[in-house]
Every structure is written in C-alpha cells, then in structure tokens.
C-alpha cells in the first residue's frame, strides 16, 4: 500500500518568507500527485496537482511544488508568505483501487502559521 | 458548474444515537463518490467509496455504513454513535483522479 509522509505537523514563517512544507510518498508506480489547502471549519481546496509532463507544478495563490521521482519527494513551496496562507495543507498519492478508479492516500497534514 | 453539497453543517447527538449524513453531487454523472473522516489534530481517514448507485466499498471497520440510493447521492449512517465518532466527514467526488470535496460536517458526540 502507498503512504504519504508529511514532515512537520506545524511550521511556523513569517509573513514574506519563503514557504517550504515537503511531503515525500511511497510508490511503486508512477504517481499522481496532489496538495489540498484546509481553512478552518471547511472542506478542502486543491492547490495543484502533478500526474504527467513537467515536474514543476504552479498552483493556485503563487503556490508550487516539484515532482522529484530519485528522491520519492513532492515539496510544497511558496516564494513569499502572506498571512492569508495560514491553514492547513495536505499532501496526497492516487492510488488504484478496483475496477480502474483511483483513492486519494493523505499525509496527516501540516498547519502553516504566517507570522507578522 | 459542478458542485458538492453536504447537509447538516453540524451536528451535535447523543451516544447511541443513529446518525445520518448526506451528500448530493450537481451538475455530472455517475461520478465516484468518497466519505472521509478527520479526526481533532489527524489527517484525513477514507471511509467508504462508491463507483455506482448500490457499489460501496468500506476501508476501514468501524460503527458506520453508507448508502448510494441515486447516482448523485452519498448518505453515512450509524445505528448508535460512539464518542470516537466524532470528528469532521468530508464528502468528495472524482473525475480523472482528482477529488473535489465539500464544505463538511462538523459531527460532535456527547
């Protein structure tokens, strides 16, 4: 079975600083991969998503993320933070189940907090 | 557009009461439908998945179960809820591989 491993439940920036939340995934196929954004008390947002082609991602709200297979490794970044990006953010794997379908495997998350 | 729809937003009930959960997808058919379940300060745990109307799939044992009467339609029950019931249900739905998931129920069990 896949797993996903977020490293860091919280990370703490201040505002303008660069924004780094790494995820690293077990696989034995060519993944697709996914980050999702959670404000409080709401369902989840997809950022961006890497399934095929270039390894570099951009996202939504300056977001993005970079496919490294050698190194099993889909990081989460963001050139300057802005206290709008304090939320939780999810990493997560496809994963083939029965009949041709996909599930979705999550890290445990990590709650970003933007400093002033 | 498609959109996702989950009903209560929250929920407060008794031990050992039955519960009911409900989710309707617009705008797309036959999508595959996901229950997931957040616990306080935990990821997200996949409960049940549908590929079609009466197709459900469970993950994980546990005191629920859930429904897929219409296509567009996802429900999560329990005959008798448990404390550890409690937490955040998520429904989603996919197309492609991506999920797109709604606005949540708050479940909180006394």
């Known amino acids: 079975a896949q797993s996903v491993t977020q490293l860091g439940s919280h990370v703490s920036v201040s505002e303008g600083a660069l924004v780094l939340l790494r995820c690293n995934y077990s696989?034995?196929?060519?993944?697709?991969l996914f980050w999702y954004v959670q404000y409080p008390n709401q369902g989840l947002q997809l950022l961006l998503k890497?399934?095929?082609?270039?390894?570099l991602v951009k996202g939504i709200n300056g977001f993005e993320a970079e496919f490294k297979k050698s190194e099993t490794s889909f990081h989460l970044t963001k050139p300057s933070a802005h206290m709008s990006d304090a939320a939780e953010y999810f990493c997560?794997?496809?994963?083939?189940?029965?009949?041709?379908?996909?599930?979705?495997?999550f890290g445990a998350g990590t709650r970003l907090a933007v400093h002033p | 557009s498609q959109t996702i729809h989950q009903w209560p937003a929250t929920l407060v009930q008794p031990v050992g009461s039955p519960l009911s959960l409900e989710c309707t997808v617009e705008?797309?058919?036959?999508?595959?439908l996901y229950w997931y379940r957040q616990a306080a300060g935990r990821g997200l745990q996949l409960l049940f998945y549908?590929?079609?109307?009466?197709?459900i799939s469970s993950e994980v044992p546990q005191n629920l179960s859930a429904s897929r009467p219409q296509d567009r339609q996802f429900i999560l029950s329990s005959k008798k809820l448990l404390l550890s019931d409690s937490g955040f249900y998520l429904c989603?739905?996919?197309?492609?591989?991506?999920?797109?998931f709604g606005p949540g129920t708050r479940l909180t069990v006394l």
């Open positions: 989603a739905w996919s197309v492609a591989g991506e999920q797109f």
């Open positions: 890497y399934t095929t082609g270039a390894t």
């Open positions: 696989s034995s196929v060519p993944p697709y």
């Open positions: 549908s590929v079609g109307i009466g197709q």
């Open positions: 705008g797309t058919s036959n999508p595959n």
């Open positions: 997560a794997v496809s994963e083939p189940i029965s009949g041709g379908y996909n599930k979705l495997i």
